[in-house]
């Protein structure tokens, strides 16, 4: 079947709030992306609000027909949210107030009790949990031993290097990252900072099944409308090249 997409609506909800609006609504973007083939629906609903909302969460636990991921920081506070509603998979990510994007990835191994805890809070509530962390070895071998269900690699680095000789060495941390966790049991995820240019590499690596992008996808759709930016991803992704 190949990987699926998790497009992640967080920036629709930043123009939203950029004027305090009810428009453009993350809800509405979720169903149009679904309709494109979108096979998730991911979401970050960060301790200051900054974007998505909790109405948001609310209505799209109602409304989303594939998968909705919920990333979250690995705090009493959101494993109550993550209760409440019930997502599909909950994505415990590092969050800092100062940052204007996710910069990095959880620190596992440096913080294993107070992960393992949470991981099994959530998983006592039937609900599936991913930790988004950087593609290094020791924290997928940490990310197994707290009992974590999948992980997302952060493909950060790997977006930004400056030359060839850079992003060959990222890609080939990514690689080795995915082939460990997958020889752990690990589904194996990736995201951040993909876009329609650097997308190629990362869905040719097979023990990847699913990539999350977001910024790329609603910036294109902002020119292009949301149908066909999620398409021409969904295409990208299927013929790698």
Aim: hydrophobic letters at 40%; one cysteine or more; a negative charge.
């Amino acid at each position: 079947m190949g990987q699926r997409l998790g497009v992640n609506v967080d920036h629709v909800a930043t123009l939203r709030q950029a004027r305090r609006t009810t428009y453009p609504d993350p809800v509405t973007a979720a169903a149009l992306a679904e309709l494109a083939g979108a096979q998730q629906i991911t979401i970050h609903l960060r301790e200051d609000r900054r974007h998505i909302q909790d109405r948001d969460l609310r209505i799209l636990r109602e409304t989303t027909q594939t998968l909705l991921n919920l990333e979250m920081a690995a705090t009493t506070e959101m494993v109550k949210i993550a209760y409440e509603h019930k997502p599909d998979v909950v994505t415990l990510v590092p969050e800092r107030r100062e940052e204007l994007t996710t910069e990095g990835g959880l620190e596992v191994a440096g913080q294993r009790e107070h992960v393992a805890k949470i991981i099994k809070n959530l998983k006592d509530g039937e609900i599936t949990v991913s930790l988004f962390i950087d593609p290094d070895l020791d924290q997928v071998r940490a990310s197994h031993k707290v009992n974590a269900d999948r992980i997302e690699l952060h493909t950060g680095r790997y977006c930004e290097a400056r030359n060839e000789k850079e992003r060959a060495r990222e890609l080939a941390r990514i690689v080795d990252a995915a082939k460990a966790g997958t020889k752990l049991g690990l589904g194996v995820a990736a995201g951040h900072g993909l876009n329609y240019d650097n997308v190629h590499a990362i869905a040719r690596i097979a023990e990847i099944d699913e990539l999350n992008i977001g910024h790329a996808i609603v910036a294109r759709a902002v020119l292009v409308g949301f149908d066909r930016a999620v398409r021409e991803m969904l295409d990208l992704m299927r013929n790698p090249g």
